[in-house]
């Protein structure tokens, strides 16, 4: 047995432990995104693979027999990769996702009253139909999504955008009106109420990553009474997923044994 962790989330981190804690061969992969990806306690390597067959002649000449997708729920083009790679070699693929956030109803508080007011989502199904409801007035929106799609928001340039990236980026943001600050989760409710304040945010954008490292925001949007244009996650081939490393593990056959 040879696994393949594709990685670059909390859940790849806790089962790469989880693999080397039981010495089982595995081998982790960071897309590369990150200026200083976290160190993982496998043989680790960088980069993408050069597409499906990249990927497929990498697994083969790995000798890898187990594919687990861990990558981040907006990966798509990995996540789609991975399953096409997979069923090119019939090697078996598992998916380890987080649970997506869903919208939580209120008692009736007042806004302000933390924990009272029920969630204000629009929801919509792309980075284009996120930047179709920013349209109105100005407003300064917190857009949590990343570095990635941040050219897409210029085509709304009447808004002040607050920028929370992981990394400091190389070029200046393509945002005519922004505030940017670096940092990397996971987050408080109490942060980012203060980040929320301090910027006087009046809309989030942000994608149905799911978790609890970056839920706070829609906590703290929660607690302001705030609306949020939340994007759905992207449609992929049928697959077998999981959000526990404990199936994971079963479906290696390695479960330990836990008193049951």
């Not at 393949?4 to 909390?10: E, F, M, N, Q, S």
């Not at 960071?30 to 976290?38: E, L, M, S």
């Not at 149905?208 to 929660?222: F, P, S, T, Y």
Request: overall charge neutral; aromatic content about 4%; proline content about 9%.
């Amino acid at each position: 047995m040879k696994v393949l962790i594709l990685g670059g989330t909390t859940e790849a981190s806790a089962l790469a432990r989880a693999l080397a804690e039981r010495e089982i061969p595995a081998l982790f992969s960071y897309a590369g995104r990150v200026t200083a990806p976290k160190p993982q306690p496998l043989p680790t390597r960088v980069g993408g693979f050069g597409g499906v067959d990249g990927l497929a002649a990498f697994l083969a000449a790995e000798r890898i027999t187990h594919l687990v997708d861990a990558t981040h729920p907006f990966a798509e083009r990995m996540s789609r990769h991975a399953v096409a790679a997979a069923e090119r070699l019939g090697i078996a693929l598992l998916a380890l996702t987080r649970p997506p956030w869903a919208p939580q109803h209120g008692d009736g508080g007042k806004p302000g009253d933390c924990g009272q007011q029920g969630d204000r989502w629009q929801r919509v199904d792309s980075i284009g139909a996120a930047v179709s409801a920013l349209s109105g007035p100005p407003q300064r929106v917190l857009l949590a999504i990343g570095r990635m799609h941040l050219a897409a928001f210029a085509a709304r340039p009447e808004h002040h955008y607050v920028l929370r990236l992981v990394d400091l980026p190389v070029d200046p943001p393509p945002l005519p009106r922004h505030t940017l600050t670096v940092d990397r989760g996971p987050f408080t409710l109490e942060g980012d109420l203060a980040l929320l304040r301090e910027h006087g945010v009046e809309r989030l954008v942000c994608k149905n990553a799911g978790g609890a490292g970056a839920a706070a925001k829609l906590e703290a949007a929660r607690a302001l009474g705030l609306p949020v244009v939340m994007i759905d996650r992207p449609a992929l081939p049928p697959r077998l997923e999981t959000h526990a490393i404990d199936d994971v593990l079963e479906w290696l056959g390695h479960m330990t044994d836990r008193g049951v």
